[in-house]
């Protein structure tokens, strides 16, 4: 090789280095606040963001929906603007995700935006359900008791099979992953409390809780239950075509496509605004967001869009996330939370 070569060389090596060393500093920076998290939230947080981009000078934040235990994993997974700034949840954060946090050097401030219901809805064309936590668990579980003290594989294929009063049609649940909170939620308060209904499985809960949450957590794997993704709206769709399944996800869903789909009526109770603020219908959980307080200063307007979301025009009674399916939370702890929020209150467990 020549020296005219080797400089020519050099010189494409050097601006190849620039243009990589440029690119890395593009990619350090943003403007715009990046959200992760629960397929629940998404539609509040994502009403938020553009309310936020609209009425502020700051970028409209960018809101994926992963699933509360994907984005808790990405959430987790360390301080730096490659990292998200918040994640979303329909659950509380967990111990262990807490942990991983904190090894990360992760402060976080946690936001409570209100309540939503699980409900179990199907089609206008389809049959009424009249559910009981009991019916929920022996049609879902993976094992159920054999009425000698034993467990069996679940035998039902047909919600009559369950119960003789339900429809006689096959056992279809369209239902999220393992990854969900909606699942989490799920089968911690309609499993669980089905679960709890047999004599058997209550007394073991107080003599081995691990061994009862085996149990009343798992979820058969024969086909009954379709996992069906973070994607509720895929579901909704699909209910649509198929009027004799059954979707699980949040109140919110069913709100806004009550003109397709009808809610499954459980232990008594309808899953409406009015049940589910009051605590009357029994599948209903709170919802979150996390803030991760590293990036704060560093992503411009974290600490707006916290202001936004904890406004009473977003999430007051008369407020527009109202619109959109959120039960809001009462007075008082609104009040508390926001601010918790506005001072960025770090979480302890």
């Known amino acids: 090789?020549?020296?005219?070569?080797?400089?020519?060389?050099?010189?494409?090596?050097?601006?190849?280095?620039?243009?990589?060393f440029t690119l890395a500093g593009v990619a350090e920076a943003r403007d715009q606040i990046q959200i992760v998290g629960s397929s629940t939230v998404f539609p509040f947080s994502t009403a938020v963001a553009e309310r936020f981009g609209q009425t502020t000078?700051?970028?409209?934040?960018?809101?994926?929906?992963?699933?509360?235990?994907?984005?808790?994993?990405?959430?987790?997974?360390?301080?730096?603007?490659?990292?998200?700034?918040?994640?979303?949840?329909?659950?509380?954060?967990?111990?262990?995700?807490?942990?991983?946090?904190?090894?990360?050097?992760?402060?976080?401030?946690?936001?409570k935006i209100g309540f939503d219901g699980i409900v179990l809805a199907n089609s206008k064309e389809g049959a009424e359900?009249?559910?009981?936590?009991?019916?929920?668990?022996?049609?879902?579980?993976?094992?159920?008791?054999d009425g000698n003290g034993g467990l069996i594989e679940n035998p039902h294929t047909n919600w009559s099979d369950v119960n003789p009063q339900l429809p006689d049609l096959r056992i279809e649940v369209l239902g999220p992953p393992p990854t969900s909170g909606t699942r989490d939620a799920f089968v911690e308060l309609a499993m669980e409390a089905g679960a709890k209904t047999f004599p058997e499985l209550k007394a073991l809960r107080k003599e081995d809780k691990k061994a009862f949450k085996v149990i009343a957590h798992s979820v058969r794997e024969d086909g009954a239950f379709v996992e069906a993704g973070e994607n509720d709206n895929l579901i909704v769709q699909k209910l649509t075509a198929n009027p004799n399944a059954l979707?699980?996800?949040?109140?919110?869903?069913?709100?806004?496509?009550?003109?397709?789909?009808?809610?499954?009526?459980?232990?008594?109770?309808?899953?409406?605004?009015?049940?589910?603020?009051?605590?009357?219908?029994?599948?209903?959980?709170?919802?979150?967001?996390?803030?991760?307080?590293?990036?704060?200063?560093?992503?411009?307007?974290?600490?707006?869009?916290?202001?936004?979301?904890?406004?009473?025009?977003?999430?007051?009674?008369?407020?527009?996330?109202?619109?959109?399916?959120?039960i809001p939370l009462p007075d008082a702890d609104r009040e508390a939370i926001r601010n918790s929020a506005t001072t960025l209150a770090p979480l302890a467990m």
């Open 247 to 326: 979707g699980i996800f949040g109140f919110s869903f069913l709100d806004q496509n009550s003109d397709r789909l009808k809610g499954s009526i459980v232990d008594g109770n309808a899953p409406t605004f009015e049940n589910i603020a009051g605590g009357d219908y029994p599948i209903s959980r709170s919802l979150f967001f996390y803030v991760k307080q590293e990036h704060v200063g560093t992503v411009p307007g974290i600490k707006e869009f916290l202001a936004e979301f904890t406004s009473e025009g977003a999430w007051g009674p008369d407020g527009y996330l109202i619109d959109k399916g959120l």
């Open 129 to 145: 359900f009249y559910l009981t936590t009991r019916d929920i668990f022996l049609a879902l579980a993976k094992e159920i008791p």
């Open 1 to 20: 090789m020549n020296f005219k070569n080797l400089a020519q060389n050099v010189a494409v090596a050097a601006s190849v280095a620039v243009a990589s």
């Open 57 to 111: 000078s700051f970028s409209t934040p960018v809101v994926e929906s992963t699933g509360s235990g994907g984005g808790m994993k990405l959430f987790c997974s360390g301080v730096g603007l490659q990292h998200p700034d918040i994640t979303n949840a329909s659950r509380r954060i967990k111990e262990t995700e807490f942990g991983k946090c904190t090894d990360a050097g992760i402060t976080i401030t946690e936001v």
